[in-house]
């Protein structure tokens, strides 16, 4: 690892070192804030939906609370007005009443006070609610596709509840809750000549959400959130930078020193191995020159072999020096006191001078 490193600072440098190692942390860092955008944004549609779902319940039970107190009284009384008509689909004797004042006064049944209440409601707040059913007795009770589907499940018993999301022609989003109305005994006085018994469900209530106001709140939740794991990108990113920058700049001043360091280390070793082997001939050469120098004195003469080991000394120098002007490779031989020294000979290419020569 430290090779690898000391290789690409020689040749690269601390910035393009860093950016070397910041395009990988870049990617990764990218695709970890890409994964947990989407893993947010799926989080915040869940938790959107159960929010509106929570809305929708609050909602049923509040409209269930209405009709079962107009069950309880068989319907109620209301004054017939141009809004207000007697329900063609009552069939009971005592629909219509008129006051002893002379005002004219019609049955409510719970289904037909919800549709006037959901219109209130949609007035106010463009919340609706929809009784359905499969089998209806008023036609503008027939429900869609979706209703229809979700209510055949509910009478095959695999749910109880239903929500789901649905995209207008605008573009706008509605959010819609299906629950099963079950006829309980109060309902029984109108809608056991239809055949229903007690706990049967005899259609459900859709309750539809626009959902405008909700996608702009979650939008802008959704916003926040991009933007602060953005920023908190953009930090990691200029401090892991700056980090990466500070150490591969340390690294490659250590790496020049180092090997300011080992090329003294050579040096040493060079003159070391110089030394040691240039010392032996030089000793016996001193030694013979002294001799020679006495002999010189007493007139006696210098013998042949004399001059052969003189001879001989000098060529052993020789080859040092070939050797030293040799080297093509850094060997070392442990030397005295744990000390190393340039292995001369298998430092140089000339391994065997003689056989060079
Ligand atoms: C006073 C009589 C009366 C009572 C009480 C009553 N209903 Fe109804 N219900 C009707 C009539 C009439 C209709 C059909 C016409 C309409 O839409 O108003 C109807 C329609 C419905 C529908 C819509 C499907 C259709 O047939 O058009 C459902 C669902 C329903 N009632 C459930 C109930 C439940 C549940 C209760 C008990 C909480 C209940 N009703 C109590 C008279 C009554």
Not at 59 to 83: C, K, S
Not at 117 to 131: P, T, V, W
Request: proline share 5%; aromatic share 10%; with cysteine.
């Amino acid at each position: 690892m430290k090779k690898f490193f000391a290789e690409i600072s020689r040749s690269a440098g601390p910035v393009r070192v860093t950016l070397m190692f910041l395009l990988p942390f870049l990617f990764a860092l990218t695709i970890f804030l890409f994964l947990l955008i989407a893993w947010e944004k799926k989080k915040m549609d869940e938790d959107q939906l159960s929010e509106l779902k929570e809305t929708a319940k609050a909602f049923f039970e509040l409209i269930m609370i209405t009709r079962i107190w107009n069950a309880q009284h068989g319907g109620v009384y209301v004054e017939v007005t141009p809004d207000t008509p007697p329900n063609p689909y009552l069939d009971i004797p005592d629909r219509d009443i008129v006051s002893v004042a002379g005002k004219k006064y019609t049955k409510i049944n719970p289904a037909y006070m919800t549709r006037q209440l959901s219109e209130i409601a949609n007035q106010r707040h463009g919340y609706k609610f929809h009784i359905v059913s499969l089998k209806p007795v008023n036609p503008y009770n027939v429900p869609d596709e979706w209703e229809r589907n979700t209510l055949k499940t509910f009478e095959r018993g695999i749910s109880s509840e239903s929500v789901t999301v649905f995209r207008g022609y605008d573009g706008s989003r509605v959010f819609k809750y299906l629950v099963p109305l079950r006829i309980e005994e109060p309902c029984l006085k109108c809608h056991s000549k239809h055949g229903y018994s007690y706990g049967d469900i005899k259609g459900g209530i859709d309750i539809s959400i626009p959902m405008e106001k909700s996608d702009l709140i979650h939008s802008m939740k959704l916003r926040r959130t991009v933007i602060s794991l953005l920023i908190v990108g953009a930090v990691s990113i200029v401090f892991v930078t700056a980090i990466t920058l500070y150490l591969s700049r340390r690294l490659s001043l250590e790496i020049e020193r180092n090997i300011e360091r080992e090329k003294l280390a050579a040096i040493v070793e060079l003159a070391g191995a110089t030394a040691h082997e240039m010392r032996q001939p030089m000793t016996v050469v001193y030694n013979l020159v002294a001799l020679l120098r006495e002999k010189f004195k007493d007139n006696e003469p210098v013998t042949k072999e004399e001059m052969d080991i003189f001879d001989d000394q000098c060529e052993r120098m020789n080859n040092i020096i070939q050797k030293m002007l040799n080297i093509t490779s850094y060997k070392t031989k442990d030397y005295i006191k744990g000390k190393k020294i340039i292995d001369l000979d298998e430092s140089s290419m000339t391994e065997d001078p003689d056989e060079k020569a």
